[in-house]
């Protein structure tokens, strides 16, 4: 459980883990589908509707609760703490997007998008009441760059919703992004996804 910690948010790569692992590939492969099976692990799939580039098709992996994965994952000298923060702030934004949508029976199935020069967005959600694209920042400052995975996504789908969630609390619309604090978008989630 605890190298499966280093994956959280992270694109599986089960031969690299089994080499951290020193075990076989298909014994890691089985390891993640127990913890799927107990409901303590997820896997994400990647969105490829309609897919105009090429993209990354591994899964990417959440255990079910932030406080599950902050209490599991290690932290020594040679991390660094962002990237621990930010991947205990996707699971965090991941946790309350399936608990509305399951809630509110809105029926949006759950997805990322990765193409394969890497650019990325974290949540993908599809489904009757539309596309909704949201790229999950830890810092509490916005660059350029953070941008992106939703730019290119919007070339491929223009008619996707797209939120940017950060660290910080400012609300603006930049470039055809809504940009929103992690505390409001959290908030209202569920006039978000409605």
Same mark, same amino acid.
């Given at each position: 459980?605890?190298?499966?910690?280093?994956?959280?948010?992270?694109?599986?790569?089960?031969?690299?883990?089994?080499?951290?692992?020193?075990?076989?590939?298909?014994?890691?492969?089985?390891?993640?589908?127990?913890?799927?099976?107990?409901?303590?692990?997820?896997?994400? *799939?990647?969105?490829?509707?309609?897919?105009?580039?090429?993209?990354?098709?591994?899964?990417?992996?959440?255990?079910? /609760?932030?406080?599950?994965?902050?209490?599991?994952? *290690?932290?020594?000298?040679?991390?660094?703490?962002?990237?621990?923060?930010?991947?205990?702030?996707?699971?965090?934004?991941?946790?309350?997007?399936?608990?509305?949508? /399951?809630?509110?029976?809105?029926?949006?199935?759950?997805?990322?998008?990765?193409?394969?020069?890497?650019?990325?967005?974290?949540?993908?959600?599809?489904?009757?009441?539309?596309?909704?694209?949201?790229?999950?920042?830890?810092?509490?400052?916005?660059?350029?760059?953070?941008?992106?995975?939703?730019?290119?996504?919007?070339?491929?789908?223009?008619?996707?919703?797209?939120?940017?969630?950060?660290?910080? /609390?400012?609300?603006?619309?930049?470039?055809?992004?809504?940009?929103?604090?992690?505390?409001?978008?959290?908030?209202?989630?569920?006039?978000?996804?409605?």
């Amino acid at each position: 459980m605890e190298v499966a910690s280093f994956s959280q948010g992270g694109v599986l790569n089960y031969t690299e883990i089994a080499r951290e692992a020193s075990i076989d590939r298909m014994v890691v492969m089985h390891y993640f589908d127990i913890l799927e099976d107990l409901l303590v692990g997820s896997r994400l *799939p990647v969105f490829t509707k309609k897919a105009k580039r090429r993209l990354v098709m591994h899964h990417k992996f959440y255990y079910f /609760d932030v406080g599950v994965y902050r209490a599991i994952r *290690p932290i020594g000298p040679l991390d660094m703490p962002e990237s621990v923060s930010g991947a205990a702030m996707e699971t965090l934004v991941l946790q309350e997007l399936r608990a509305v949508n /399951d809630a509110l029976d809105l029926g949006y199935e759950i997805y990322y998008w990765r193409t394969s020069n890497k650019a990325e967005v974290d949540f993908v959600l599809y489904g009757e009441k539309g596309l909704i694209a949201i790229e999950v920042k830890c810092s509490s400052r916005l660059t350029s760059g953070m941008f992106r995975g939703l730019k290119s996504f919007k070339a491929d789908y223009p008619m996707a919703k797209s939120y940017l969630v950060y660290g910080g /609390d400012r609300k603006e619309y930049r470039d055809d992004v809504q940009v929103m604090g992690a505390q409001e978008f959290l908030q209202t989630l569920s006039k978000i996804l409605k």
